[in-house]
């Protein structure tokens, strides 16, 4: 997993008819971003739902919440939608698994492992987590700390 100190490496997610997010969307603000396994899954399901109860104070913090997948942009609409949640989703389908490969969370099986990474406004990893299981959700308690640099 990548780790804090490195620069974010290059890399392009897809969202719903938008133009692609890239590594130059990183720079000039704190980004959160929320890599899970499987939208509908209900892990992922609970914690974008915490994580989105939150926004608000993800906001004073300075940090825009993003949640990365290898679902296409379809389904994370989908997901989205069901959820009724404000969370922008980012599609890693296509090359599938390329930027989670890059970041270091890629499962062999095809699928992002549940992680966190924040980015720094200069485009540098700040912190960075790597969920023990696929069945364990981060709380947020542990991005504000890292937002806080406790």
Known sequence: MIEAGRSAPAFSLAR???PPFTE???RGGTTVLV???F???PVCTDQLGIYNELLDDFADEGAAVYGVSCDST???AAFRRQLGIDIEQLSDFWPHGRTSGAF???DPGGF???AIVIVGTDGVVT???LSASLDELPGPNLIFDALAGV
């Open 39 to 41: 939208a509908f899954s």
């Open 104 to 106: 270091g969370v890629l």
């Open 74 to 76: 379809w389904s994370q």
């Open 127 to 129: 912190w960075s987590h």
């Open 24 to 26: 130059r969307d990183l």
């Open 112 to 114: 992002a492992h549940r």
């Open 16 to 18: 719903h008819e938008s």
């Open 35 to 37: 890599f899970y396994p």
